[in-house]
């Protein structure tokens, strides 16, 4: 691909991973690696012990903060969040220094 066919559009990725004691329907703060749940609305993903929840059917995300509406958890099961957040690259300066990287 091209450089001047590159999206200057990038993202970060996190992931959280929640260890339910039992009978949670949220979750927030700190998970089990104490890295604070962060995200965009509309860009996460939650899964319950492997299973892709479906997103207000299954869960609730608006906050940035917090997953609400979840049916209360067993102790034992795995939660984890996966938060994308995009980001652009602004100046033309590092969009070429990035791209020197990605592609040589």
Do not use: C, H, W
């Amino acid at each position: 691909m091209a450089i001047s066919s590159a999206s200057p559009l990038v993202a970060t990725f996190a992931r959280y991973v929640f260890n339910a004691s039992g009978g949670e329907t949220s979750l927030s703060g700190a998970d089990a690696n104490g890295y604070i749940l962060s995200y965009t609305a509309g860009r996460e993903q939650v899964f319950l012990n492997g299973v892709l929840l479906v997103k207000t059917s299954d869960y609730t995300a608006t906050t940035g903060t917090s997953i609400t509406g979840l049916t209360a958890l067993v102790s034992g099961d795995v939660v984890e969040v996966l938060a994308y957040n995009p980001f652009s690259i602004a100046e033309d300066n590092d969009q070429a220094i990035l791209a020197a990287q990605i592609f040589g």
